[in-house]
């Protein structure tokens, strides 16, 4: 059975700094891993998306990485803002109905 | 182009009592999953629609239902609610039947049950 773990829950940085999400999973039969932003009382919006045949993906200051025989991913945040404060959520597609299986999130805070 | 739509995004139900949560996927998307996020947890998955059948089947209660209609569309039906159910109800929905497509999620509707 997938399961998915993120640590920190929670982390509190100071504006501009450079920082790294974990998330790990017991599975490595996975066919991707997603990451999301998910700000207070909203929805998911999508960050990036790893197939399982990629190790990394690139948008602006963000970069995840992907290492399976580990059963790791990294988000990384470059030059962090206050608007960058939200709870960060990684999920592993499993199986073989598009079920994504989540983990608990970690919240972020970035001081001005 | 619209992302994800919800609707209701707010309701209150008591016990016992039947609620049905709408989703509008993504122009074009033809698959529709549905989570439910209890406060503090990460989404569970409920259901996957592709093509108006069911692609998938999370562990819940046979109270919990689901369709697609031809226009992709979808309803979650939830029958005898019960306070456990209070939840972010979020619908996702992805370009085709491939299981390695992205998921673009809806802001969610939020049932209450007294």
């Known amino acids: 059975k997938q399961e998915v773990t993120q640590i920190p829950a929670a982390l509190s940085v100071p504006e501009g700094e450079n920082l790294v999400l974990n998330c790990s999973f017991t599975d490595s039969a996975i066919y991707n891993l997603q990451w999301f932003r998910q700000d207070p009382g909203k929805g998911l919006t999508s960050l990036l998306l790893i197939q399982s045949s990629q190790r990394e993906q690139t948008s602006g200051r963000l970069n995840a990485s992907l290492d399976k025989s580990s059963g790791r991913s990294t988000l990384y945040i470059a030059a962090s803002q206050p608007g960058d404060s939200a709870t960060y959520l990684c999920?592993?597609?499993?199986?073989?109905?598009?079920?994504?299986?989540f983990g608990q999130g970690t919240t972020l805070q970035v001081k001005p | 182009d619209a992302g994800v739509t919800q609707s209701p995004t707010h309701l209150i139900k008591t016990r016992g009592q039947h609620v049905t949560l709408r989703c509008s996927p993504i122009?074009?998307?033809?698959?529709v999953s549905w989570y439910q996020q209890v406060l503090g947890q990460g989404p569970q998955f409920i259901f996957q629609?592709?093509?108006?059948?069911?692609?998938g089947r999370g562990n819940f209660p046979d109270r919990f239902s689901a369709r697609q209609f031809p226009n992709y569309s979808s309803e979650l039906n939830v029958n005898a609610l019960l306070l456990g159910d209070s939840a972010l109800y979020l619908c996702?929905?992805?370009?085709?039947?491939?299981?390695?497509?992205?998921?673009?999620f809806g802001e969610g509707s939020r049932l209450t049950v007294l």
């Open positions: 996702a929905s992805s370009l085709g039947g491939s299981y390695t497509g992205e998921l673009f």
């Open positions: 122009s074009g998307h033809k698959s």
């Open positions: 629609y592709y093509e108006k059948e069911e692609r």
């Open positions: 999920a592993a597609g499993s199986g073989n109905t598009g079920k994504l299986i």
